[in-house]
C-alpha cells in the first residue's frame, strides 16, 4: 500500500493499494510526533513485528498496522513524504535482506511521484480556495454597485428601482445575443451607474409639473455627462465598453454602432416602455 504523509495535523492517506481485500477508502493512519520522527530517522525498509508496529505506526486509523509486515519510508531532501507497507508474503515467509535492498532503490523514484503527486493535490487545492475568494470578491462587487443603484433612484417614488431593472436587463439582453460572462458583467455594472449623475440634480425638479427653464435644462445634461464617464469606467480593459457608453447619446442607427451600446439603448427603451418615469431633458 502507497501512502502520502500530511502535515497540520500529522497523518498518512492511503494513495493506492494491490492485495489488500476490504480496505477503506482512503485508508487513514494519524501519527504522533514519536511517530513521525521514527520514520524519518528510518534508514530503509523497516520489518514489522508486534515489538515495532507501535514505534511506526498508530492504531487510531480506519485500518490496523498489524496488516503490514514492512514498511518503507519514503524522502526527498531528509523530509517524510509518504510510506509504502507491504503485507504478508506467502506461507508468512520473511523479507530477504535482497528484497529490502530493491525495495530501497525503488523507494527513491517512488519518493519524488509522491513528493509530485502532493505539490499537485496542494496546487489543487489553493487553485480552488482563490476561486472561491475571487467568486466573493465579486459577489461583494456586485453587491455594493446594486446599492449604488439603489441610492441612485431615491430621488423620486416614480423611479425607484428603475437602474437595478436596467441593469437585468442589459445582463439579460447581453446573454442572449451571445456576450461572453466578463463582457457581461462589465455590461451590467455599467447600467447599474448610467443614471449615477442623477444624484447631482435637485430634488424637486423630479416632481416639478411645469416644463423645466433653460438653467435646469442645461444642468440636467451636464449630469448625464457623468452617467458616461462612470458607466464608462466599469468598461473592459480592451475599452470597447468604454467606447460603447460615450455614444449612448447618439441614435440606435447605423452599422458601426457599437454592440454595447446597442443593448444600452435598447434596455433603457424597454424599462422605459413598462415603468415610465418623469420626463427629463
Not at 535482497?98 to 496546487?123: E, G, R
Not at 445575443?177 to 451607474?193: N, T
Request: with cysteine.
Amino acid at each position: 500500500m502507497l501512502f502520502s504523509f500530511s502535515e497540520r495535523p500529522s497523518f498518512l492517506t492511503s494513495v493506492d493499494a494491490q492485495g489488500f481485500a476490504l480496505l477503506p477508502e482512503p485508508s487513514l493512519m494519524p501519527l504522533l510526533p514519536r511517530h513521525v520522527h521514527s520514520l524519518t530517522a528510518a534508514g530503509g525498509p523497516v520489518p514489522l513485528n508486534s515489538s515495532t508496529y507501535d514505534a511506526f505506526l498508530s492504531s487510531n486509523g480506519n485500518v490496523a498496522p498489524e496488516l503490514f509486515k514492512c514498511i518503507c519510508p519514503l524522502k526527498v531532501r531528509g523530509k517524510l513524504v509518504g510510506v509504502i507497507a507491504l503485507g504478508r508474503r506467502p506461507g508468512d515467509a520473511l523479507y530477504e535482506e535482497d528484497a529490502l535492498d530493491a525495495f530501497q532503490m525503488l523507494s527513491h523514484y517512488v519518493a519524488l511521484a509522491i513528493q509530485n503527486h502532493t505539490l499537485s493535490q496542494t496546487l489543487t487545492q489553493r487553485v480552488s480556495e482563490n476561486v472561491r475568494l475571487l467568486a466573493s470578491l465579486h459577489g461583494f462587487y456586485d453587491n455594493a454597485l446594486e446599492a449604488f443603484a439603489i441610492a441612485i433612484d431615491v430621488k423620486h417614488v416614480n423611479i425607484q428601482g428603475h437602474s437595478l431593472r436596467v441593469g437585468r436587463y442589459a445582463q439579460a439582453i447581453g446573454e442572449a445575443i451571445g456576450m461572453d460572462a466578463a463582457d457581461v458583467a462589465s455590461l451590467r455594472s455599467a447600467a447599474y451607474l448610467h443614471d449615477i449623475g442623477m444624484v447631482a440634480i435637485d430634488k424637486r425638479l423630479f416632481g416639478k409639473p411645469s416644463q423645466l427653464d433653460a438653467d435646469e435644462s442645461a444642468r440636467c445634461r451636464t449630469t448625464r455627462s457623468l452617467g458616461i464617464r462612470s458607466s464608462a469606467r466599469c468598461s473592459s480593459p480592451g475599452g470597447k465598453f468604454r467606447r460603447s457608453f460615450v455614444g449612448t447619446t447618439n441614435a440606435l442607427t447605423g452599422r458601426d454602432t457599437p454592440t454595447a451600446c446597442m443593448v444600452t439603448k435598447s434596455r433603457k427603451r424597454c424599462v422605459s416602455w413598462l415603468w415610465p418615469k418623469p420626463s427629463m431633458p
